[in-house]
């Protein structure tokens, strides 16, 4: 499936800090952290496996050739833009991971309405 940039903040990093190392690391993409739009923050329950979290979903705007990402070995195996409808066809489809789905449909509205910073 389909799956967004992510993972977690490392020891005295901030979010932001975090998701654009995350965001270099897995696409080769270089941002500084005021070029992060910060959408939202969903909290996930703690479970029978792990604790709860945070998940803060930031948006970079920003004309990148498909061509100038640089895939983190191991970690991603492919890329592609996809425009707003696209993503909501794709998530219908089933083939975006669910929690990146559902986080799409929670902030799409609010991503919509902000456009670009």
């Not at 977690?8 to 270099?24: H, N």
């Not at 909290?43 to 983190?72: C, K, N, P």
């Not at 833009?81 to 998530?91: I, N, S, Y």
């Amino acid at each position: 499936t389909w799956e967004n940039s992510g993972g977690a903040a490392q020891m005295g990093e901030s979010s932001r800090q975090a998701a654009v190392r995350e965001l270099q690391e897995e696409t080769g993409i270089a941002a500084a952290e005021q070029e992060l739009q910060y959408v939202g923050t969903v909290v996930r329950e703690s479970g029978a496996r792990s604790g709860g979290s945070f998940v803060d979903t930031y948006l970079l705007h920003r004309d990148i050739a498909l061509a100038d990402i640089q895939l983190q070995e191991g970690e991603t195996v492919d890329a592609r833009w996809v425009t707003p409808d696209e993503l909501d066809a794709l998530c219908l489809q089933g083939v975006v991971a669910r929690p990146v789905a559902e986080r799409w449909a929670q902030f799409k509205e609010k991503i919509m309405k902000e456009g670009r910073p």
